[in-house]
């Protein structure tokens, strides 16, 4: 399905999550292209899961780093450490240290103050381990002269790409390398994956992961881009019903078909939307 101009607004604005508050102004001297913006990403952040590979460890406050659920935390943390711009490249001990997902929210909250329609993706990498879909979140920003969504990894750097003996572009994910919880959820009720356990990351693993990331890229796309452990909702559940089954199975559809109505099922099922008291700002 077009995407339509109504939906490349709604991507090019902030969301709750992704909005920087009182820090937005620090933003304005971001670079205006997105490999270099990625570049400042990568300068502010690390995984707090590769540490070992740059030679660093964590001290107990660094390791609580990856709660920080807004924009507004993350820059917060950042600034505390070290008030330099933005643009500024930190050492590796006035870091951020956050997962994926905080890598794709930066990148996402960076480009759309620019005005550049961008949102994250919830799912499952294959380039990490052989016959795995590891748990991963990414980035898609619309290309305008190309007229297309392009999906993008902003945690791989040089380092990474190097470890993970990566042949493609992490700035242009081939299809196929990145797979949406929708599309992972599809690839399971259609038998074309039948183990749950290769969906997940290290010990947790499991069919929760499939329908939980699911969940979690919806809300994604309703721009509300929750932590990876955050749970609500179906994700309570101890045993789905069919009409779980069901209601899942269209959302997976109107995802994979960039379906408009993904902003209406969003809002209609409490089973879907995520509390307020995961959503609201900490004062």
Same mark, same amino acid.
């Given at each position: 399905m077009a995407t339509s101009r109504a939906v490349l607004e709604f991507y090019a604005e902030q969301g709750v999550i992704s909005s920087p508050g009182r820090y937005a102004d620090w933003f304005d001297l971001l670079p205006n292209r997105v490999p270099e913006i990625v570049g400042v990403v990568q300068g502010l952040l690390l995984?707090?899961?590769?540490?070992?590979?740059? =030679?660093?460890?964590l001290t107990a406050e660094q390791e609580q780093h990856v709660n920080a659920r807004h924009m507004q935390n993350i820059l917060? %943390?950042?600034?505390?450490?070290? !008030?330099? /711009?933005l643009t500024v490249s930190r050492p590796?001990?006035?870091r951020f240290f956050g997962t994926c997902r905080d890598f794709s929210l930066f990148l996402t909250a960076a480009l759309r103050h620019k005005g550049i329609p961008a949102r994250c993706r919830c799912g499952f990498g294959r380039y990490f381990m052989p016959n795995s879909y590891e748990d991963h979140w990414i980035v898609e920003y619309?290309?305008? !002269?190309?007229?297309?969504?392009?999906?993008?990894?902003?945690? %791989?750097?040089?380092? &990474?790409?190097?470890?993970?003996?990566?042949t493609f572009d992490p700035l242009?994910? /081939?299809? =196929? &390398?990145?797979?949406?919880? @929708?599309? @992972?959820? &599809?690839?399971?009720r259609e038998g074309k994956e039948v183990e749950p356990n290769k969906f997940g990351i290290a010990d947790f693993r499991g069919f929760l992961f499939l329908y939980g990331n699911l969940v979690r890229e919806l809300a994604a796309l309703n721009k509300v881009e929750l932590l990876p452990w955050d749970v609500w909702g179906l994700m309570r559940k101890e045993e789905l019903e069919e009409s779980d089954y069901i209601l899942l199975d269209e959302v997976a559809g109107l995802i994979i078909e960039e379906n408009e109505s993904l902003f @209406?099922?969003?809002?209609?099922? &409490?089973?879907?939307r995520p509390p307020a008291s995961l959503t609201n700002l900490a004062k």
């Amino acid at each position: 399905m077009a995407t339509s101009r109504a939906v490349l607004e709604f991507y090019a604005e902030q969301g709750v999550i992704s909005s920087p508050g009182r820090y937005a102004d620090w933003f304005d001297l971001l670079p205006n292209r997105v490999p270099e913006i990625v570049g400042v990403v990568q300068g502010l952040l690390l995984h707090a899961y590769w540490v070992g590979h740059y =030679g660093i460890s964590l001290t107990a406050e660094q390791e609580q780093h990856v709660n920080a659920r807004h924009m507004q935390n993350i820059l917060e %943390i950042i600034l505390s450490l070290d !008030d330099s /711009p933005l643009t500024v490249s930190r050492p590796y001990e006035k870091r951020f240290f956050g997962t994926c997902r905080d890598f794709s929210l930066f990148l996402t909250a960076a480009l759309r103050h620019k005005g550049i329609p961008a949102r994250c993706r919830c799912g499952f990498g294959r380039y990490f381990m052989p016959n795995s879909y590891e748990d991963h979140w990414i980035v898609e920003y619309w290309h305008a !002269d190309e007229g297309r969504w392009v999906a993008l990894d902003p945690q %791989i750097d040089e380092l &990474q790409r190097s470890k993970l003996k990566l042949t493609f572009d992490p700035l242009r994910l /081939p299809k =196929g &390398q990145f797979v949406s919880g @929708a599309e @992972a959820w &599809q690839l399971w009720r259609e038998g074309k994956e039948v183990e749950p356990n290769k969906f997940g990351i290290a010990d947790f693993r499991g069919f929760l992961f499939l329908y939980g990331n699911l969940v979690r890229e919806l809300a994604a796309l309703n721009k509300v881009e929750l932590l990876p452990w955050d749970v609500w909702g179906l994700m309570r559940k101890e045993e789905l019903e069919e009409s779980d089954y069901i209601l899942l199975d269209e959302v997976a559809g109107l995802i994979i078909e960039e379906n408009e109505s993904l902003f @209406a099922i969003y809002e209609m099922n &409490q089973e879907l939307r995520p509390p307020a008291s995961l959503t609201n700002l900490a004062k």
